[in-house]
């Protein structure tokens, strides 16, 4: 029975496809189906989104006010916004060029090689090793005790002679690169892997050599990817939030960090809801950057085909 | 031959090869040895036996309820991507093409919203959950849903875009299978690949999460080993290696299925 119906259904929509009845009785169907998933983004994504960025224009009694927002112009808060900046585009640029350098490398192997599949694997992993875990991990491998200090320490370099550096901001670096150099081996590998062997071949055949190929084909096309995947790397960065909480026991050094504070007492800078403004600040941020990503991305794919 | 002009210099990837992989595994070398240590200079395996050891139980204990949480995130929030995410994704797919711009800039926009900014957000949510469906560790699949979405997202579209949904469904539908029995019988083996990757990253995202969790009174595994952490160092980083070398099987694995991003598409 239902078998007929079915095939009757699908005569019906070929021979007269816009005969009207058929679609008024099932459209609605199908938009019922996209009800509970546009409800769950709604209630988990939207509005935890919009709530972020509007607590910031309220105060506790919940009338209106900008107080949060010139908060945003303290030369505390302006030193967080720069600190997290510079530490960004830092772990980006160095982590961009040690990835980009790791794709080169892998040009030319494979996809079934073992080597492979391993740094694919690892380079996924490290990627997502962000967090808790990975400070312990810095902790315990370049911490006061850690051998390499030790190592150091016996050749006359003492890591730890001026400060306690891994505690503080510099000590976010090393661990960052840690997983940006594998988001960027991950990101980029695609744009490397695109470069067309015809294309070096038509460079030699109009009697170019190994640096026009790079500097005058290769580079210029890369160059958006790059600046794509750089544009990644810091927006990863930027967000990032549990090595920090983990590593930097004193003070809220980077914007993450001061919106812990702003969460935990409520008496940052006096102010109420601050969090909602700092959020607003990272907010902002990131959707610039986004925006530029997509934007250059999608002047990079004309080349991938 | 060109291959040549552009591949690199034996050498220079060597010299590649070494720089980044000392960077990247002295680290893991010296946090073995620092695991394996055993008073001032010895060396055993005392700190990884510990884990079982009964006389410390109770100060482990966070880390088992911890686990015992994370494994519960895992199964809820892989359930999200199969039973809502994947379903929706063969309807936009099938039934509105229109949407499936908008769908994508939707899926995507999490990797734009800081973990942090979300919590910001979720914490007058959650106020409400806490009343409604308890304060159970589970509810924060829901949360972790979201920040799964754009990695989920992008392996189920690329076996989306590898075979023909459309043509599928309609063989399907006119040898009289029901809906159920299309989604079920037909797009989901075809879908498999994609399926298995979402899950698995859905995984390895959940085990590693701290932000949402800490912030919002949670107990997961990345907030137990934070709290144990302040007494008994090794042990915190014992489970991370562990839950790092679980991570590099997982994505070994997803390797193998070969089904992340373009892989899925070569033919």
């Given at each position: 029975m239902t078998t007929f119906s079915a095939r009757l259904d699908l005569v019906t929509e070929s021979v007269g496809g816009d005969s009207p009845r058929p679609r008024a009785r099932r459209l609605p169907v199908a938009h019922l189906g996209l009800v509970p998933f546009a409800g769950y983004v709604v209630i988990f994504l939207v509005l935890p989104t919009v709530l972020a960025v509007f607590?910031?224009?309220?105060?506790k009694a919940g009338h209106l006010t900008m107080d949060n927002f010139t908060a945003l112009g303290d030369p505390v808060i302006l030193e967080t916004f720069w600190n997290s900046t510079w530490l960004s585009a830092l772990t980006a640029a160095v982590g961009a060029v040690a990835g980009a350098a790791v794709c080169y490398a892998l040009l030319g192997i494979p996809a079934q090689h073992p080597i492979r599949s391993t740094v694919d694997a690892l380079a996924g992993v490290l990627a997502q090793f962000g967090g808790v875990m990975l400070a312990f991990v810095f902790i315990a491998a370049m911490g006061r005790n850690s051998v390499l200090v030790e190592v150091l320490s016996s050749l006359g370099i003492d890591l730890y002679a001026s400060s306690n550096w891994l505690y503080e901001l510099p000590g976010l670096i090393l661990p960052y690169l840690y997983f940006q150099i594998p988001l960027m081996v991950i990101t980029f590998a695609p744009a490397l892997e695109a470069i067309k062997p015809q294309w070096a071949e038509a460079n030699l055949t109009l009697g170019g050599n190994r640096w026009t190929f790079w500097r005058r084909i290769a580079l210029p096309v890369l160059a958006p990817s790059f600046a794509a995947s750089f544009l990644l790397l810091f927006a990863n960065s930027f967000s990032a939030y549990a090595t920090a909480a983990a590593l930097a026991s004193q003070g809220s050094q980077i914007v993450p960090l001061q919106i812990r504070a702003a969460l935990t007492s409520e008496t940052v800078l006096g102010r109420e809801n601050l969090a909602g403004a700092l959020a607003f600040g990272m907010i902002a941020v990131m959707a610039v950057v986004m925006t530029c990503y997509a934007l250059i991305q999608r002047r990079a794919e004309r080349w991938r085909a | 031959m060109s291959r040549a002009t552009f591949y690199p210099h034996p050498a220079v990837r060597a010299t590649i090869a070494t720089v980044v992989g000392a960077f990247v595994l002295l680290p893991l070398a010296a946090t073995v040895e620092f695991t394996l240590?055993?008073?001032?200079?010895g060396h055993s395996f005392v700190h990884w036996a510990a884990i079982f050891d009964p006389t410390k139980a109770e100060a482990y204990k966070p880390i088992w309820v911890g686990l015992t949480n994370s494994l519960t995130l895992m199964v809820v929030t892989v359930a999200v991507v199969l039973f809502l995410l994947a379903p929706t994704m063969i309807l936009v797919n099938l039934k509105f093409p229109k949407l499936r711009r908008l769908f994508e800039f939707v899926a995507l926009l999490p990797v734009s919203l800081p973990a942090i900014v979300l919590v910001v957000g979720l914490t007058p949510i959650y106020l409400v959950i806490g009343r409604t469906l308890g304060t159970g560790a589970w509810t924060l699949a829901f949360a972790y849903g979201i920040t799964v979405l754009p990695f989920a997202y992008r392996s189920i579209q690329a076996s989306i875009d590898a075979v023909n949904l459309v043509t599928l469904a309609e063989a399907a539908r006119s040898l009289g299978a029901s809906w159920l029995t299309v989604i079920r019988r037909v797009l989901a083996p075809n879908l498999r690949g994609g399926l298995m990757a979402a899950s698995l990253i859905a995984v390895a995202v959940v085990l590693g999460e701290f932000t949402i969790a800490s912030l919002l009174n949670r107990q997961n595994l990345q907030t137990a080993l934070m709290l144990v952490n302040r007494q008994d160092a090794y042990v915190s980083v014992v489970f991370s290696l562990m839950a790092l070398l679980f991570c590099f099987v997982l994505l070994l694995l997803i390797g193998r299925t070969g089904s992340i991003g373009a892989r899925g598409k070569d033919r």
């Open positions: 607590t910031g224009l309220f105060d | 240590r055993d008073g001032d200079t």
